[in-house]
């Protein structure tokens, strides 16, 4: 056996081997099918919500009507998905690179980045395919802004540490939106809902293979390679912010033209400060402060490490947690 993959790891003490060869016996028992499981010749129900409240924030834009609000959570489930399919993009070229450490060696862990790499694959089809959709049932004009190729390689000039950070982050918040959010609402347009169970069920172990990978990384590193790791984490986040809130803003201007009617500039700005709002929390400070995602950051990390990774945050976290007027 490969002697990185000797190592236990975490709060599970079996050889990490074991925790490669147990993804991929889920990966094969869960694997669906795009068409058959997901789609399965359905079209999205207009008359139902995507984005479920807990992670939408609609309901604090008290002036909008019920069905005022419907639309604007369809505009961020819609965002939502744009969003899987640009972040996949990188995980799947990370997980590609990661994996030639154990092409040689350990061809169990090999195995199981090759199929999280093929599950990423299917998954940005899936979003694809939803986006089309999407563009023929919603009113013209939306726009997702983030290229996912520009995306992918600022995120991948940065450092392994970093990047496992993140991509663990985004692997843990999908898995905590879906379990918390997504499947108690009931008022979710089904195959919106649907999709988003299917996804969960891969992430679950992607989510494993990525802590696995993390601390390999960090295993490797010396105090200054993990302290540039964390440079690197920071300027991630800042990153993920820029983007959440040039989309917040395309998503506000798509929704203020086809509301229906006219809003104040008062209300506007509402609007736009809530679609932020929903983007931070979504997209960067529930994966932050999930406590699955600390328990492993903390171990990883210094104090003098987290209190620079907390002031980064802080802003974010305050705004997140701000009433809207
Ligand atoms: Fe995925
Ligand atoms: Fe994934």
């Not at 979003?127 to 802004?145: I, T």
């Amino acid at each position: 056996m490969h002697a990185a993959t000797m190592q236990e790891t975490g709060r599970d003490r079996r050889p990490t081997t074991d925790r490669y060869a147990k993804c991929i016996e889920v990966s094969k028992r869960i694997r669906w099918d795009i068409d058959r499981d997901v789609i399965r010749g359905r079209r999205f129900d207009l008359s139902k919500k995507f984005m479920p409240d807990g992670l939408s924030k609609v309901q604090q834009l008290t002036f909008l009507s019920p069905a005022e609000k419907r639309f604007l959570s369809q505009v961020q489930g819609r965002t939502y998905a744009n969003m899987f399919a640009l972040v996949e993009r990188f995980i799947g070229a990370k997980t590609t690179e990661l994996s030639h450490d154990h092409a040689l060696g350990d061809q169990v862990a090999f195995e199981a980045l090759v199929r999280l790499t093929d599950e990423e694959l299917k998954h940005q089809e899936l979003f694809r395919r939803l986006e089309r959709m999407a563009s023929e049932q919603m009113p013209e004009g939306y726009q997702f802004m983030p290229q996912p190729n520009d995306v992918a390689g600022a995120v991948l000039s940065k450092c392994s540490w970093a990047v496992m950070g993140l991509t663990l982050d985004i692997e843990i918040f999908s898995q905590a939106h879906y379990r918390s959010s997504i499947e108690p609402d009931t008022e979710l347009s089904e195959l919106w809902k649907d999709v988003f169970l299917f996804h969960w069920k891969e992430e679950s172990q992607h989510a494993i293979l990525d802590e696995l990978e993390w601390r390999r990384v960090h295993a490797q590193l010396s105090e200054a390679g993990r302290d540039e790791g964390v440079t690197d984490l920071i300027e991630l986040v800042g990153a993920v912010d820029h983007l959440v809130q040039l989309q917040a803003k395309g998503d506000a201007d798509y929704f203020i033209v086809h509301v229906g009617r006219e809003l104040s500039k008062a209300e506007q700005a509402s609007i736009a400060d809530v679609l932020l709002k929903a983007y931070r929390w979504q997209y960067i400070v529930s994966g932050a402060q999930d406590a699955r995602f600390g328990d492993v950051l903390t171990e990883l990390a210094t104090p003098a490490q987290m209190d620079r990774i907390g002031a980064a945050l802080g802003p974010i976290v305050a705004h997140v947690t701000q009433a809207t007027h």
